[in-house]
């Protein structure tokens, strides 16, 4: 006798196919504003993207986390494009997050590693 074999229905396979962390669009948003910030010459605009960077990392660190991609993010957030501690661990367990994600890392510069 064979086990069964269980399988989603197509309807909740689309839900969570669907269903994208909210933490993706603000990752997109907060990577535009530190380039912004690193590359304007107006000082008003840099102190407001400045304010809206802080804005942007303080509610991901405040996200209470729902998914795996959620979590995912979370560690892409606090990798802040390698400038976490950068131990052997760290670098190991932000590789995996980006990889989660399907989000090529960035250096600290907003450049592609």
């Known amino acids: 006798m064979s086990s069964p074999t269980y399988t ?8 969570v196919a669907e269903r994208t962390s909210p933490l993706r669009a603000m990752y997109h948003r907060w990577q535009e504003v530190k380039a ?20 942007l990392e303080q509610r991901a660190a405040d996200f209470e986390p729902q998914t795996m ?3 995912a993010f979370k560690i892409v957030f606090a990798d802040d494009n390698g400038d976490m501690d950068m ?23 907003g450049k592609p590693l």
């Open 8 to 15: 989603m229905e197509e309807p909740t396979r689309r839900a």
């Open 69 to 71: 991609e959620d979590m």
């Open 36 to 55: 912004g910030h690193r590359t304007t010459n107006d000082e008003g605009e840099e102190d407001r993207l400045f304010d809206e960077m802080l804005d």
């Open 87 to 109: 131990n052997i661990h760290q670098t190991a367990l932000v590789a995996r997050a980006y990889r989660m994600v399907g989000i090529e890392p960035l250096d600290r510069f």
